[in-house]
């Protein structure tokens, strides 16, 4: 296909693609499935990155309810994302950009400056070609560099949302060399009420695939079982793939597992001989095997965390949930994950946050909840409990302490309550003019220096860090200096902002806040220094003196 000027579209880019779609239901988990697929590929020593299709018209998720979409993920360069980059930057290890992921909102706003500006220079913009040569030339930007590019399509095949992309996908597939790319869809196979296993779904799916031009090279059946062997005869007879090309995803207790699951049902071998790329994997004894030591070690105990926050939805505090996982992955012991509502303080959820072992206090946005969070500071601080808040919990910990220990009744946050008369957190000085909510914040990974002979120094390993921020307000500097003077220790900072608090160790032995969002930048393989810490604190071990791996910047 000849370059278009006019849409910056080069087909030259980027070498192997792998492309995930999902039928039958939304939130089968394709895209844990496809950063497994991406995570034995890196093992086999390939150089492997991911691209994130959201079909929805929003330019970023930055905007959206989490108790609708899931936690808004955020990128090192300040890109509000889909959760799923999270899922990516985690199983691979990789840092990603706004570029990986790919929206309606963000490829229809790019056609249209241009064509607001000239740059057809008169031809009429339509969906085909403008619209979907943006969509490839996006896809083959962010893959330059890598051996394999994954790309999720979200949504259901079948979506008006989705057509233009699965359009762009067919076109994709005319302008590569057949060994150069591959097509994987992920369905579900329920049972019926006689014990069953159902291949209608997947046949009624693959046949909307195929009625817009794509035939899936593998199938990927998600099921509470593995697939029965007559179950894959079936699937592979009537959607026209091989045996061989049918594979099992069935539920297991960790999503960390289900690299092993797929490696065990021969996914990434099978892959690496359709894409031609497995006489240049490493042989099997050089590949990467700690993921695997990690998530199937034999852990040493129990701890119990409770996350304070108001949303009652794992997925609204994801990255939180997966960094406590990791920091029990380095201590081994299982993390269990205890949720108390910030709203109903008065009512049981307070005696389930006491009878935890470390209590979290997340992010967030509005007033809804904040009082039950500061509850939850004000025990943890009053009776050593070890404490970790991150960004609003950092902020509402400043709220806490000016209350209860300056004396402070109602300082509180201008953000939440704009009258009181002791705003100890206020908005950013930048932000003063600004009207438009959409990707305005601070955001994205900023370094903050750290004071010798802290916790937060013994904890990163050294006097400064870089980890990423999402937020609007901050502490008031006017405050600063009383609140010192009482014994909140401000450890970090980035100029004048304040961005690490902490007590020292002869008030408590584990209380930290940070204006940052740590639990962004954890792996399985890496976690996240304050995760570390507060698991510590819980089994006894003295963060204050026992230094975690130090974070890179």
Not at 24 to 51: C, H, P, Q, Y
Not at 358 to 383: H, S
Not at 461 to 479: A, D, F, K, L
Request: proline share 5%.
């Amino acid at each position: 296909m000849p370059t278009e000027p006019e849409t910056d579209y080069d087909p030259e880019l980027g070498r192997k693609f792998i492309f995930v779609t999902g039928g039958v239901m939304s939130g089968l988990g394709k895209g844990i499935t496809a950063a497994s697929t991406g995570r034995l590929l890196k093992n086999a020593g390939f150089d492997v990155t991911a691209v994130k299709i959201d079909p929805y018209l929003n330019v970023d998720a930055g905007t959206m309810n989490p108790f609708q979409h899931g936690e808004v993920y955020v990128l090192k360069d300040g890109g509000e994302v889909d959760l799923d980059l999270g899922n990516y930057e985690r199983f691979l290890d990789i840092d990603m950009t706004f570029d990986h992921n790919v929206t309606t909102g963000k490829t229809y706003q790019h056609v249209i400056e241009k064509e607001r500006s000239g740059d057809y220079l008169g031809r009429t913009v339509q969906i085909i070609p403008h619209i979907t040569d943006d969509i490839k030339r996006r896809i083959r930007e962010a893959a330059e560099g890598n051996d394999v590019c994954i790309i999720e399509v979200g949504g259901t095949v079948g979506d008006i949302e989705g057509m233009p992309y699965l359009e762009a996908l067919r076109q994709f597939a005319h302008e590569e060399d057949e060994d150069d790319i591959l097509f994987t869809h992920v369905t579900l196979v329920p049972y019926s009420k006689n014990g069953e296993q159902k291949t209608k779904p997947t046949q009624h799916s693959v046949k909307e695939l195929r009625s817009i031009g794509l035939q899936p090279d593998i199938l990927v059946g998600r099921c509470s079982d593995k697939l029965d062997i007559d179950t894959k005869e079936k699937i592979a007879l009537f959607c026209d793939v091989p045996t061989e090309a049918v594979f099992s995803n069935p539920d297991v207790d960790d999503i960390y597992h289900v690299p092993l699951m797929v490696e065990e049902e021969g996914l990434d071998q099978y892959v690496m001989e359709e894409l031609d790329i497995a006489t240049e994997a490493l042989p099997e004894d050089e590949r990467e095997n700690r993921w695997r030591d990690l998530v199937t070690q034999q852990t040493e105990g129990e701890v119990e965390v409770a996350l304070v926050g108001k949303y009652d939805l794992e997925d609204a505090y994801m990255s939180v949930h997966e960094a406590l996982k990791h920091a029990g992955l380095e201590k081994n012991v299982d993390v269990n994950v205890r949720w108390v509502n910030s709203e109903k303080m008065g009512d049981h959820h307070a005696d389930r946050m006491r009878e935890a072992d470390a209590i979290v206090v997340p992010g967030g946005f509005g007033a809804r909840g904040t009082e039950g969070k500061i509850e939850a500071i004000q025990y943890a601080r009053e009776n050593d409990v070890p404490f970790l808040g991150l960004c609003l919990g950092f902020q509402m910990a400043v709220v806490e302490y000016a209350r209860n220990v300056l004396d402070l009744d109602d300082a509180h946050s201008a953000e939440l309550d704009e009258d009181t008369p002791h705003p100890v957190i206020d908005i950013l000085p930048e932000q003063y003019e600004i009207e438009d909510m959409g990707g305005t914040m601070r955001l994205g990974a900023h370094e903050t220096d750290i004071d010798a002979n802290t916790l937060a120094a013994t904890l990163y390993g050294g006097e400064s860090c870089t980890e990423r921020h999402r937020h609007r307000y901050e502490v008031n500097p006017e405050y600063i200096d009383d609140l010192e003077a009482a014994g909140l220790k401000f450890s970090g900072y980035a100029e004048n902002r304040m961005e690490i608090l902490e007590l020292a160790p002869e008030d408590h032995p584990y209380f930290i806040g940070t204006q940052f969002h740590p639990e962004f930048r954890s792996r399985p393989t890496r976690a996240s220094p304050p995760f570390v810490g507060l698991l510590e604190a819980v089994l006894g071990d003295d963060p204050h003196s026992v230094t975690t791996e130090e974070v890179s910047h």
